[in-house]
């Protein structure tokens, strides 16, 4: 886009053209009334300590109140009631598994030593292990002095395994528990810092049982070897709990570090101090807090509003400048209604505090109504400017992509909800897409758990009302402005091709033969609107009701005029061809009284230009000696100024010597399509239409084609077959 031609743009023009103005006061407006709606406020909570309150005073925008002397207190609170943590040494195992290998190998030493008999032996052996010297049940003579080396060291790999799984679930005394049963503490193990539970360690009490019972799993019918290992072990078995005094101050230092603070939400709205209440030391720091808030979020949201509101409308200048006539200024209007409209929801959506709501509004509404009351062009530029409006007064980008998704899934499905009443198939559909939107944008890019039922559900009853606020919000706009503007869109136009319309039926029963020509006329005005791309249900709505006008003295038209004489027979030709051209402004009499769009009007206007009723021109000067002025068997015009209302004023003519020929061959008709063609050419009907001399080929070559296919004769079947 040029933005070059704005430096060029002349102060007298720009004030004397009535867009430009309208386009100034919208942004004093916005700009004045946004700035007044944020500042106003401030300047009224300028209280101190020791004033009296005027009038309840109400928090303007959310905000976090600290109270310090509670967050203070709630810490010690958390500090004395800090565990006392201990450590439970599983890592005791590997010194007493070294101490226990090393006494096996000085048992081992002293049983292989020849030199010195069974009972030295034996002397030896308790010095090691002390507690043998006390064993009543065990004969150490028998037990021990004969093992060899090997069973000693099978004795030790046994003695080993059993120390390791004591060690790691722990020894506690039951002296421990009873003292601390009314204590917060905390056991952690040593090797991993894993929290113990202390009912799941071993009593001090019940160890040998325990041991026991460890020992009878690895030996079976071994009695000797049992009592001998568990002898053993009882050397090296202690309770391995040990209290930690510089684990327990580290827990407590980083409470204190991670201090929470006693917070309380004002929400908008909500009365901070009453009228007639004195303002203390804590009602005075929740109002500075307010009014800090205010003054930061508030001058930057005015800045950038200004900033935002003159770039925006600086684009949509050099848009309408470049694409739009300024002449037609309702569209314009209405694009900016639509933007202010949009705005003001936004604005209503970002007071909420839930912004989850956001899934509900109706932005494809927007789209949609610029899309059939403007066009393309206008639908693209809206989702940019709409998604920046989104972007700078909403706290949550996450919609953006929402947005972005719901209106290019409108645009490329736009052509199904051309009627007010769309298909439930196709609203299902978008339902389903929306769904699907919400699901992924949350599970995908911000982490939210698909599987949660009420989150799935809350999702789709989004989706349902998003889509149905859409719709409803979008059909409600276009129809206020199409009757307001009297504006013709897809969605109107297609309304007029229901067969049930008043006005079709009453042309069905008062001018049949006009309404049949009529549906001819639509046909292949449609198929010539498509060979060049131009607007096809204008022209085949055009086509349909172009001849409106002959429901009045529809007897008149020789379509009509089954039986009988014909009733021009008896009327001069000046007074015949009075009756023909009045059809034409019958015709937009009707549109405008059943509130057909202003383009149908046009087209019924323009349907004939100002072509001569030769037949009747013809009759007056062959029955009148005096010179007949041409310009009174003219239709009273204007000549088509559209594409769409040139192919109607074409199609008309085709049909009407169609209708003649139908029994002639088809070379006789293709010969008088170029007749027609040619003669409007030269008597300059089209000169106004913008049609170019390929499109016209291209229009003629479609009609040619329309009546090969639909005026060919049926083939005679023998009689045996009929």
């Known amino acids: 886009m040029e933005f070059k031609s704005i430096k060029n743009i002349n102060i007298k023009q720009y004030l004397n053209n009535p867009i430009a103005i309208y386009i100034s006061i919208l942004f004093i407006l916005m700009v004045g009334f946004y700035s007044f709606k944020q500042l106003n406020y401030i300047n009224q909570y300028n209280y101190k300590i020791g004033d009296v309150v005027k009038e309840n005073i109400e928090a303007k925008v959310p905000f976090e109140w600290i109270d310090k002397k509670k967050s203070q207190k709630k810490v010690e609170e958390k500090i004395k009631d800090a565990p006392d943590i201990y450590i439970l040494e599983d890592t005791l195992y590997e010194s ?129 070897y049992k009592i001998l290992i568990f002898y053993i072990l009882k050397n090296y078995i202690s309770t391995n709990l040990k209290y930690s005094e510089k684990l327990t101050e580290q827990y407590k230092d980083t409470i204190r570090e991670k201090q929470t603070y006693v917070t309380k939400n004002i929400n908008k709205n909500e009365i901070i101090a009453r009228k007639g209440q004195i303002i203390d030391q804590s009602i005075y720091n929740k109002l500075n807090k307010m009014v800090s808030e205010l003054v930061k979020i508030k001058i930057l949201n005015i800045i950038g509003f200004i900033a935002f509101l003159i770039i925006i409308f600086i684009i949509l200048y050099s848009f309408i400048k470049k694409y739009f006539k300024f002449e037609d200024s309702s569209k314009y209007k209405i694009f900016l209604l639509i933007t202010i409209i949009y705005f003001l929801i936004i604005v209503l959506f970002s007071n909420f505090q839930n ?89 995908l890019f911000y982490g939210n758990d698909a599987g949660n039922i009420f989150s799935v559900f809350t999702w789709f009853l989004y989706s349902v009302i998003n889509i149905s606020l859409s719709l409803v919000t979008a059909y409600v706009l276009i129809y206020l402005f199409e009757r307001y503007y009297n504006i013709t869109t897809d969605i109107n136009l297609t309304e007029l091709l229901n067969w049930d319309n008043p006005l079709l039926k009453k042309l069905m029963n008062v001018a049949s033969g006009t309404y049949r020509h009529s549906v001819i006329v639509s046909e292949i005005s449609e198929e010539a609107a498509n060979e060049i791309e131009a607007d096809s249900i204008l022209a085949k709505v055009g086509g349909l009701y172009h001849d409106i006008g002959k429901i009045k003295r529809s007897n008149y038209f020789i379509e009509n005029q089954l039986l009988g004489p014909n009733k021009h027979d008896s009327l001069l030709p000046i007074m015949s061809v009075r009756i023909i051209k009045n059809h034409v402004d019958e015709g937009v009499k009707i ?25 009747f ?25 559209s594409k769409e209302s040139a192919i109607i004023f074409l199609a008309d003519k085709v049909e009407a010597v169609a209708r003649v020929l139908i029994d002639s061959p088809f070379h006789h008709l293709k010969e008088r399509i170029d007749k027609i063609f040619k003669e409007s050419i030269e008597d300059g009907q089209l000169d106004n239409s913008n049609l170019t001399l390929k499109e016209l080929d291209k229009i003629k070559l479609s009609f040619i084609e329309y009546f090969k296919s639909n005026l060919h004769k049926r083939i005679e079947y023998p009689e045996e077959i009929k």
Do not use: C
């Open 617 to 641: 021109y013809r009759k007056a000067k062959k029955e009148s000696k005096e010179e007949i002025d041409e310009k009174f068997f003219r239709y009273n015009g204007p000549k088509p100024t």
């Open 591 to 615: 549109a405008q009284k059943y509130g057909l769009a202003n383009k149908l009007a046009d087209i019924i206007k323009e349907h004939h230009g100002t072509s001569l009723i030769k037949f």
């Open 96 to 224: 007493k598994k070294t101490y226990l290998l090393e006494d096996i190998k000085r048992v081992n030493n002293v049983l292989s030593n020849s030199n010195i008999d069974s009972d030295e032996k034996i002397q030896r052996i308790t010095t090691i292990w002390r507690n043998f010297t006390n064993i009543k049940e065990l004969n150490l003579k028998d037990s021990i002095s004969e093992l060899s080396e090997t069973e000693m060291n099978t004795i030790a790999q046994i003695a080993v395994e059993i120390l390791k799984k004591i060690y790691k679930i722990g020894i506690i005394n039951q002296s421990f528990l009873i003292e601390n049963s009314n204590k917060n503490i905390l056991i952690k193990r040593e090797s991993d810092d894993k929290k113990i539970d202390a009912k799941k360690m071993i009593l001090e009490e019940n160890l040998d049982e325990r041991l026991k019972n460890l020992i009878g799993n690895y030996l079976e019918g071994e009695s000797k």
């Open 355 to 443: 912004t989850e709501l956001f899934y509900i509004l109706p932005f494809m509404a927007f789209i949609m109504t610029n899309y059939f009351l403007i066009g393309f062009n206008f639908s693209i530029l809206s989702i940019l400017l709409y998604l920046n409006i989104y972007f700078f007064y909403s706290p949550d980008s996450k919609f953006l992509i929402f947005y972005l998704i719901l209106s290019l899934y409108f645009l490329i499905n736009k052509h199904k909800l051309k009627k007010r009443n769309p298909k439930l198939k196709t609203i299902l559909y978008f339902i389903a897409f929306t769904f699907i939107s919400i699901l992924v944008i949350n599970t």
